[in-house]
């Protein structure tokens, strides 16, 4: 899965711009223009880092960014046109990574939220394989016993979520919420029906176990392997 950024900034043009951006640095992202939204934003979207401006209608910055600290230490980069070392020296000690002012170039902005995410020991191994299963995250591309899985886009989603999460009971609201990102118009149904297919295109090997009245569990002995 790609790491997902929250931009919380009420200026649109340069929201459209970061998302733009961070999308060809092939991030997902999402967009949150009122302070007033950023916190139920931010527990339903469950991102890896959050890109957060101080002046923003309804609740500022610091007031959101002192209620997410209070639970996580996501990695959080203040964006702000607020740039005397006071504004700094506050954001920080309230609990902010990192602090850009603006004006500032986007491809340093990713380049700092590339290193925030290093540093989150976010980056996943490429390769790694289980039972006959072989499977390339970046390229999204899965075989078995050498022969090519035809995984769709959401199936293998659904594989990687397993695997970056061995041994741990997964719901299917955590399933459903990591890979459809809260559809609205969704059915948890829509999980089973995943699985089923990943279960019937790779047979005696998937890995996936179910557990009843929990969810499921991925059970596969996972190894790196170099690409």
């Known amino acids: 899965m790609p790491a997902k950024i929250l931009i919380i900034e009420d200026n649109p043009d ?5 998302d733009l951006y961070l999308k060809k640095s092939n991030y997902a992202s999402k967009i ?61 000690k309230l609990g902010a990574d990192d602090y ?12 700092r939220v590339d290193a925030h995410l290093r540093r989150q020991n976010y980056q996943i191994t490429p390769m790694v394989s289980y039972n006959d299963i072989s499977i390339n995250l970046l390229a999204q591309k899965v075989t078995k016993g050498g022969r090519l899985v035809n995984l769709t886009t959401k199936e293998f989603a659904v594989l990687q979520f397993f695997v970056e999460h061995p041994a741990q009971v997964l719901s299917k609201e955590q399933i459903y919420n990591q890979v459809w990102s809260y ?32 969810g499921y569990r991925f059970d596969g002995e996972l190894h790196e392997k170099k690409s």
């Not at 340069?14 to 970061?18: D, H, P, R, T």
């Open 14 to 18: 340069l929201s459209k711009m970061i």
């Open 32 to 92: 949150c223009a009122s302070g007033g939204h950023a916190i139920n934003i931010y527990e339903e979207f469950g991102p890896d880092l959050i890109l957060l401006d101080l002046m923003l209608p309804e609740i500022n910055g610091l007031e959101i960014l002192a209620e997410i600290r209070l639970h996580s230490t996501i990695p959080i980069i203040i964006i702000s046109a607020k740039e005397s070392e006071r504004d700094r020296i506050t954001g920080l």
């Open 100 to 111: 850009v002012t603006k004006p500032f170039s986007l491809k340093e902005l990713i380049a």
């Open 183 to 214: 559809d609205q118009f969704g059915d948890l149904n829509t999980v089973t029906i995943h699985i089923q297919k990943i279960r019937e295109k790779m047979p005696n090997t998937h890995g996936i176990t179910t557990v009843r009245g929990s």
